[in-house]
């Protein structure tokens, strides 16, 4: 086998080829999940390993890397309308799965490329950095769009470190994009802890469940999962195709870590008796929720307090609405504090998401029983938000930038901090708020900031122009967001809400 540099560097120029041809990172990262997967099972089903693995006969990896030119086109076209017919995680894989590169010489390549690596052989390090590596290639496309559903890995990791998840526990995510979360939590896991036999297989197999709605998401994520080593070629998938907002199926973790989409408005598109495409805002109608809305953060937010287990943990990204949004909002802010121990809100710069006008908080929560008492006692917050500057190309976010966050939540003991802002250091990022005064405030607004914003005083020490024009954009577009939301909501009857 060749080296690690040299496989990299091939699936690598391959793709500025293809690119430089009209293929897209994403197109290319779709038809080389198809190959790669069709190319394993080829090799799971020798020795060592004896897979049988229910591939139709005549659509296998032999088959297709027998043919050029007009007939390979025409075969793939075929074997991918025939696999996305199978069941299992075979199926899911290659649901509405198409072929993007049209030049057959070109599908030649790279399966010619696939076909000269021992996949099943290689480390999954190896592996998954490749695959990583072009999912992160493909966020950074704005024009694709696959930036939503790619939450940065450094504010994974700073999470997953928070959070500290623990071996045969259960890890969910009902929003799981391209895996992030069940990636950092399993590679936190092995390096953490000395995992016996039976905890590796619980690992591999039993930690991980999410949802994703998305079809081409989705199948990247189990592709994504699978060359990590997490679940087996012909398992069952762990990811459903279902929107977990619909109902409560029953399923509890002990850790939820999720960045649900971003867009306020939960909706869906049909054609009027005009033939004219309408837009209907989603309303789940589910008795777990302590309010109705059609907002979808504040959905995924109670649905996340569902899926946790009577003591389980969560850390999630929310947008800044709803930290003040009135009406379901405040509702379901008081609920959580009343409910969960909702301890800490780590505030996000802009300039770090792929997609612009994102002003985004970490929440860090746990479940707790019925009590007539309220379970949060004071809410700690950390702003890395105000005078701090980042850019996805020039300036991005190192998990160094959170170091200081996380030595401040002391993961260790997280009852036993101090923190860094007094009457006497006001430029301390790490504060507390006791639920009386936070209660006290109007319609419980928990968006709280006590930094004193230098760009607005000091003209000395602006940030640099590329900076300024990024964060500029982001306001921009966050502003648009919010003109379209009124919009969503004058053009209908608006939300329900229990109250």
Known sequence: MNDESSIVSKVW??????????VSYGDYLEQLTYLLFLKMVEEFAKPPYNRQIAV?????????????????????????????????????????????????????????????EQWSMMGADLKGKIYEGLLEKNAEDTRSGAGQYFTPRTLIQAMVQCVRPQPNKIVADPACGTGGFFLAAYDFIIAEYNLDLEQKKFLKNKTFF??????????????????HNIGDIDGESFISSTDALVADDGKRADYVMANPPFGKKSSMTFTNEAGEQEREGLVYNRQDFWATTSNKQLNFLQHIRTLLKANGEAAVVMPDNVLFEGGAGETVRKELLRSTDLHTILRLPTGIFYAHGVKANVLFFD?????????????????????????????????????????????????????????????????????????????????????????????????????????????????LASFREIVDIVGSDGDTRNT
């Open 13 to 22: 120029n391959l793709a500025n080829v293809l690119r430089d041809d009209g």
């Open 56 to 116: 139709p006969e005549g659509y296998d990896w032999s088959a297709l890397k027998s043919r050029r030119g007009a007939e390979l086109e025409s075969h793939y076209a075929q074997t991918l309308r025939k696999l996305a017919g199978t069941s299992g995680i075979l199926g899911q894989i290659f649901t509405k799965s198409q072929n993007k590169i049209q030049d057959p010489a070109k599908l030649y390549k790279v399966i010619d490329m696939v076909d000269k």
């Open 210 to 227: 999410g949802n994703e709605i998305v079809a081409n998401t989705r199948r990247l994520c189990l592709m994504n999962m699978f060359l």
């Open 367 to 479: 479940n707790k029983p019925a009590s007539p008492d309220p379970w949060t006692k004071e809410v700690w917050f950390y702003d890395y938000r105000t005078n701090i500057h980042h850019t996805l190309k020039k300036k991005p976010m190192r998990l160094a930038d959170l170091e200081d966050f996380i030595r401040c939540y002391n993961p260790a003991n997280r009852h036993q901090r101090k923190e860094t802002w007094s009457v006497d250091n006001s430029d301390g990022r790490w504060r507390k708020f006791t639920y009386e005064e936070i209660m006290a405030r109007d319609k419980t607004n928990l968006d709280i900031f006590w930094l004193k914003d230098d760009t607005l005083t000091d003209l000395d020490n602006l940030p640099d122009p590329d900076i300024l024009a990024g964060e500029i954009i982001d306001n921009i577009e966050a502003g």
